[in-house]
Structures are given as structure tokens and as C-alpha cells.
């Protein structure tokens, strides 16, 4: 059962025009969202949350939306940059009985191209 | 630098045997998780400890288990490994037990052989 789903394994984006990742949920518990990047052979590292009571969070070239009624949740990112080129992961929280359980996309890989 | 610190980088071992990997989270941080990535998987939450107790247990075998020292550093026990445990094992860590930021060490490469 995939409660968090990346339908796209992968995007191209022209250096400078903006990136669009999308990700859908299907469990209401979920209230705190995460975006995640990850290069090969390192660990994922934090980009930006949001809160469920939000539906839109910037922080510099990054934007998250929320739009809880069709969970849906998608990150934008303008300018596209080619050190943005990496794959990022969706990630959907709950707090289960003082227990954080965080539940991860797939993943969509994301190439810039000059 | 997330401040999460992993060893070993990588480990190669063979089917049947034990593996301890460990793992340092931000100073500050009380709690611990572990994650597995698979080839083809995403990742998967294995367990949670806050402040040395088991807050919550994800798709861990009954093969594996974990524990948090009293310097919150954790160890990941891998005994009886199959061909299938090959993965990433990550670990991060975060303030709180609940909602929060998780950040991510830089992860133990496993391949039994």
C-alpha cells in the first residue's frame, strides 16, 4: 500500500525555467510534509516542510503547495539550476501516539540541462 | 554536512552473518531512526528511539534490531543476513519523537554476498 506516491520517476527541465515535482497522499493522518534531496552515494538532505494548516511555504528558490482536499502536495523550484539535479523524495508525516512515522515517495529524478 | 555521522561508509559481508552499524545524531538531537533503501525501493522506515526507549517500530525483521546508548548514539544489529538485505541503511535523527525534521547521515552501504 503506497500511502505517498511520485508518479513521475523522472523529469528534464531546461537550466533556468522552473521544476515542478509532484507527489500525492492517501492517508488523512498525515499532517507535516517534507522534501527531500539526494545526490548518489550520499544521504537525503532537508529542503523545505510544510505544515498541513499551510498551504504554501517558500525558502529562496523553493516553493511548496498544499492543497490538502485532493492531497496533493508539489515543489517548485525557480530558477532551475543544474547543481539542482538530483533526486528528490516526498516524505509525509504523522505523529502516532508521540511516535513520528514518515512515510517516502519513490522519488522523481531530476536532470537540468544547460 | 547534516552533522549525522554513519560508520562504516561500506561493509561487505556473507549470507549468515552479523553486522553492527552505528550511528551519531546531531548534537541535540534526542531522537534516532533508521531507514532501509533497497534497489528498487524507496525508503523504508525500520525503527524509532527517543532518549534511549523504542518509540516506534516501521518494516524491521525480527532479524534486526536496534537499540539508543545513554550518548544517543545508536547501533543497527543485522544478524542472519540473506542476499536480500544488500542495501542503504540510513540513519537520521531529529529534536522531538513526533512531527518534526529528520536529517540524514550519509548512510552504511551493506552487500552480502
Known amino acids: 500500500d503506497q500511502q505517498v506516491k511520485q508518479n513521475s520517476p523522472s523529469l528534464s527541465v531546461q537550466e533556468g525555467r522552473i521544476s515542478i515535482l509532484n507527489c500525492d497522499y492517501t492517508?488523512?493522518?498525515?499532517?507535516?510534509f517534507l522534501w527531500y534531496k539526494k545526490y548518489p552515494a550520499e544521504g537525503p538532505t532537508f529542503l523545505i516542510s510544510?505544515?498541513?494548516?499551510?498551504d504554501k511555504n517558500e525558502d529562496g528558490r523553493f516553493t511548496v503547495f498544499l492543497n490538502k482536499s485532493a492531497k496533493h502536495l508539489s515543489l517548485h523550484i525557480v530558477p532551475s539550476q543544474p547543481g539542482d539535479s538530483a533526486v528528490y523524495f516526498c516524505?509525509?508525516?504523522?505523529?502516532?501516539?508521540?511516535?513520528?512515522?514518515?512515510?517516502f515517495g519513490q522519488g522523481t529524478r531530476l536532470t537540468i540541462n544547460p | 554536512d547534516s552533522g549525522v555521522t554513519q560508520t562504516p561508509k561500506h561493509l561487505i559481508t556473507a549470507t549468515g552473518q552479523r553486522v553492527t552499524l552505528r550511528c551519531s545524531p546531531r548534537?541535540?538531537?534526542?531522537?534516532v531512526y533508521w531507514y532501509q533503501q533497497s534497489l528498487d525501493q524507496g525508503l523504508q522506515f525500520l525503527i524509532q528511539?527517543?532518549?534511549?526507549?523504542?518509540?516506534a517500530k516501521g518494516n524491521i525483521l525480527e532479524r534486526f534490531s536496534a537499540q539508543q546508548f545513554p550518548d544517543l548514539h545508536s547501533e543497527l544489529n543485522l544478524s542472519s543476513l540473506e542476499l536480500g538485505d544488500s542495501a542503504l541503511y540510513f540513519c537520521?535523527?531529529?529534536?522531538?519523537?513526533?512531527?518534526?525534521?529528520?536529517?540524514f547521515g550519509p548512510g552504511t552501504r551493506l552487500t552480502v554476498l
Open positions: 537520521a535523527s531529529s529534536v522531538v519523537a513526533g512531527v518534526g525534521t529528520q536529517y
Open positions: 492517508n488523512s493522518m498525515f499532517d507535516y
Open positions: 510544510i505544515s498541513s494548516i499551510k
Open positions: 516524505a509525509a508525516s504523522a505523529d502516532i501516539q508521540g511516535a513520528q512515522k514518515l512515510v
Open positions: 548534537s541535540g538531537d534526542l531522537s
Open positions: 528511539y527517543y532518549n534511549g526507549e523504542e518509540r
